[in-house]
């Protein structure tokens, strides 16, 4: 969804909630897919959404850590370094967006 002023999406953390509409358990089936399936896909979609920025951040960390140290011989000679200061965060990252 967009924000309408901006064009820009609805700022993350987003939050699953699920509403109560009956006092009877019911089957639901949204497009084809069970409610369960439903509730699975729409939580998958928000870690999705709320890992992206951790996710993009880290892989361009990785890049300019990766390009610098094709272009300089100082950063040839301890792209290990480099890379190893970078992980921490990608690691990060990937825990988020692979928690449930």
């Not at 009877?24 to 709320?50: D, L, Q, S, W």
């Not at 990766?66 to 792209?79: G, I």
Request: proline share 4%; hydrophobic share 40%.
């Amino acid at each position: 969804m967009t924000n309408q002023t901006t064009g820009q999406h609805t700022p993350t953390p987003w939050n699953l909630q699920t509403l109560r509409v009956s006092l009877v358990p019911v089957m639901i089936r949204v497009n084809g897919y069970t409610k369960e399936t439903a509730e699975a896909n729409a939580a998958f979609i928000v870690r999705a959404c709320n890992s992206h920025d951790a996710l993009v951040g880290a892989l361009q960390d990785f890049i300019d850590a990766a390009t610098e140290s094709s272009k300089n011989e100082s950063y040839k000679a301890n792209a290990y370094g480099f890379m190893m200061a970078v992980l921490p965060k990608a690691r990060a990252a990937l825990t988020a967006v692979t928690k449930k």
